[in-house]
Every structure is written in structure tokens, then in C-alpha cells.
């Protein structure tokens, strides 16, 4: 029996539960909260990167030169909120109220919104970016309007093989992450619910 259906079996709500979590945070090791804070950050780091380099390959693709300020800042602001918050909202915050309790689903959604929020996406912003700035400055042929489509394909293709590693590397760090986050939880989850928590004392 997990440790959210024993308190289920005591009648506790859900806001119950994530407050009694969030109260026992603090007993747990220094090095896991630390990690579970600070954690989807460095997610959302790869993700900055991922998109500075996404758009360093559409720049170098459409002879691009002009607006590095203005096309870079948002290529690493952007998919670093994303990831962040698409992390919380599907890892961190179901964890820390009780509604995550299977460990290959957290280690999915730490994999998908890396490669999601942390490596695809940072890919496709950077292409109508680059491609209206390609337009207005004149620095690369533009097809027609009926050819667009297989236009963004065919020069998306060699900058997703040289992307791959990135993806790959996203995958594994938001695996590793989410694996590390449901340990927590599962301490988390003892201290709280275990039969030594003081709350079942009490």
C-alpha cells in the first residue's frame, strides 16, 4: 500500500496532504531540497542553451548578422521559462501534493519536457524568428508562399541532426532529474506518512 493510500485511509484531502509535505520538507537532507529547488533551473538552463544554439545554426544557415541582441535574449529567455514552469507543473508540483506516486510516470514527463520544453522547442521558436529576420534584411532567398512548408523542412533537417546530441542530452538530464525528485518524494513521503512520522502520532 503506497503512502498516499494510507492517508487516504485517514481521510486526509489533498490539500492535507501537500500541506503535511511542504511542513516536512525541512527534515529532509540539505543536498535534496537543494536539488529539488534549484533542480528545474538547470533544466531550464539547457533549455537557454539549447535555444542560443538553435539560433546560432538558423543565423549561420540564413547568412543572418543583424539583431543578435534582439533574437538571442528571447532564444534563451523563453525556453528557459518554459521548461521551468512545465517541469513544475508536471513533476515538482504533482509530487509535492501527493499526486505522483509511480516512479516510471515521473521519469517520463522529467524526459518529455526535457526534450519538449528543453530541446524541440527551443528549435521551432528559432526558426520563424531567424526567417523573419532573414526576409527583412535580404540576407537569403525566401520561396514562395506555396513552397514555405518544404522551404522550413528542408532547411530545418541539417540543424535538427546537429541538434541531436543536445535533444539526447536533455532527455537523460530531465530522466535524471525526475528520478532524483522521486526519491525525495519518497523520503518525503516516509518522514510524513511512515510509521515513525510524527504527524500519525500525534
Given amino acids: 500500500m503506497s503512502e498516499k493510500e494510507r492517508a487516504g485511509g485517514n481521510g486526509l484531502s489533498r490539500a492535507v496532504i501537500a500541506e503535511m509535505?511542504?511542513?516536512?520538507?525541512?527534515?529532509?537532507?540539505?543536498?535534496?531540497?537543494k536539488i529539488f529547488k534549484y533542480g528545474p533551473m538547470y533544466l531550464g538552463g539547457n533549455g537557454a542553451l539549447a535555444g542560443l544554439i538553435s539560433n546560432s545554426l538558423y543565423r549561420r544557415a540564413l547568412n543572418v548578422t543583424q539583431a543578435p541582441v534582439a533574437s538571442g535574449l528571447p532564444m534563451a529567455v523563453l525556453p528557459f521559462l518554459t521548461t521551468f514552469a512545465l517541469?513544475?507543473?508536471a513533476v515538482s508540483a504533482p509530487l509535492m501534493s501527493g499526486d505522483l506516486n509511480c516512479p516510471s510516470c515521473a521519469l517520463i514527463r522529467g524526459a518529455l519536457v526535457g526534450v519538449v520544453g528543453g530541446g524541440v522547442y527551443p528549435i521551432l521558436l528559432a526558426l520563424p524568428v531567424n526567417v523573419g529576420l532573414a526576409s527583412r534584411y535580404v540576407t537569403a532567398p525566401m520561396p514562395e508562399k506555396g513552397n514555405l512548408l518544404r522551404y522550413w523542412v528542408d532547411l530545418s533537417r541539417p540543424i535538427v541532426r546537429k541538434m541531436r546530441?543536445?535533444?539526447v542530452l536533455q532527455v537523460f538530464f530531465?530522466?535524471?532529474l525526475s528520478?532524483?525528485?522521486?526519491?525525495?518524494y519518497t523520503k518525503l513521503a516516509q518522514i510524513?506518512?511512515?510509521?515513525?512520522?510524527?504527524?500519525?502520532?500525534?
Fill in 179 to 184: 528520478s532524483r525528485h522521486f526519491e525525495t
Fill in 21 to 33: 509535505l511542504a511542513k516536512n520538507f525541512e527534515k529532509l537532507p540539505d543536498i535534496d531540497q
Fill in 174 to 176: 530531465g530522466t535524471y
Fill in 165 to 167: 546530441a543536445v535533444l
Fill in 87 to 89: 517541469y513544475s507543473a
Fill in 192 to 202: 510524513t506518512f511512515g510509521p515513525s512520522g510524527e504527524d500519525l502520532k500525534d
